[in-house]
């Protein structure tokens, strides 16, 4: 099966790998990608190595969160604060 997507080159020579690749390729950030020329205009990309481990952070589950919160609201830091100092009094 053969996908044509386009993506542009940005001023600082990056670009952006179609979210139907990235998936096909079980990609990562990090993920090692080599290049090479096949041809006048013509290139092609070989995944290297392994797809590297994610790192779980604070920044990596807000995008989670949102998603499963279905229109929930939070509280604000400074209720959550007030929460947490209704303990030291």
Excluded at 55 to 67: N, P
């Amino acid at each position: 099966m053969q996908t044509t997507d386009e993506t542009v080159l940005n001023h600082r020579w990056q670009l952006s790998i179609p979210a139907a690749l990235r998936n096909r390729g079980n990609l990562a950030p990090g993920q090692r990608l080599s290049w090479r020329s096949t041809g006048a205009n013509t290139f092609a990309v070989t995944i290297v190595g392994d797809t590297p481990q994610r790192e779980v952070d604070a920044h990596s589950v807000i995008g989670c969160a949102k998603r499963f919160s279905l229109g929930a609201t939070f509280a604000s830091t400074d209720e959550v604060m007030e929460l947490l100092r209704e303990g030291e009094q």
